[in-house]
């Protein structure tokens, strides 16, 4: 399977998901023009713990199935921002998300990590426009379409099309607890 089909493949697996992630009243104001500096830093003290344990996943399962693919982790951004706004991180008090059982679920995974970072450059656009003076590491990108391409070329490479429905599957796995967690932070916030 090439790189665009395998994309497009989880794209609209995803598609419903990944709209409801979006659209999650933490994250929504992120692309308003009136976002306030208290949403703003809601959503990143949300964001925190679900980064956090799908990066810590994803090294681990890179380090087994795929040691040379290039991930850099972002949460040292968020951590950054977070103390520059003088805001503490929000836990995780859902089930963590398991690790990836193999490369095809991996790249489920990173599927969504990796995604990401394209929505990041229209929130960090966002935000220097609306908040010029807040941090936003964790939303600014460097080469996200060198990283993107990337991704797709090891995609191909680690999932087989017989594999695919491990990675639509982990991918699924994976909106699914952003958007528990994120459920569950903005009960606790009230």
Not at 159 to 173: G, I, N, R, T
């Amino acid at each position: 399977m090439d790189a665009p089909t395998l994309g497009k493949t989880l794209r609209d697996a995803t598609r419903p998901d990944h709209r409801r992630l979006d659209h999650h009243p933490l994250l929504a104001p992120l692309v308003r023009h009136d976002l306030d500096l208290t949403a703003y830093a809601n959503a990143l003290a949300a964001l925190h713990a679900a980064q956090s344990r799908a990066e810590a996943i994803i090294a681990q399962a890179l380090a087994t199935h795929c040691p040379d693919y290039p991930f850099t982790p972002r949460l040292a951004d968020l951590e950054a921002d977070l103390a520059d706004l003088g805001r503490r991180p929000l836990g995780l008090a859902i089930a963590p998300l398991a690790p990836a059982a193999g490369p095809a679920a991996l790249m489920g995974q990173l599927y969504v990590l990796e995604g990401s970072l394209l929505g990041a450059q229209v929130i960090a656009y966002q935000i220097a426009r609306t908040l010029p003076q807040a941090p936003h590491r964790y939303f600014t990108v460097r080469d996200v379409e060198h990283r993107w391409s990337r991704f797709t070329q090891f995609a191909v490479y680690l999932c087989p099309p017989l594999e695919q429905e491990q990675a639509m599957a982990a991918a699924l796995a994976m909106f699914r607890f952003f958007r528990e967690h994120l459920d569950d932070c903005q009960a606790r916030l009230g």
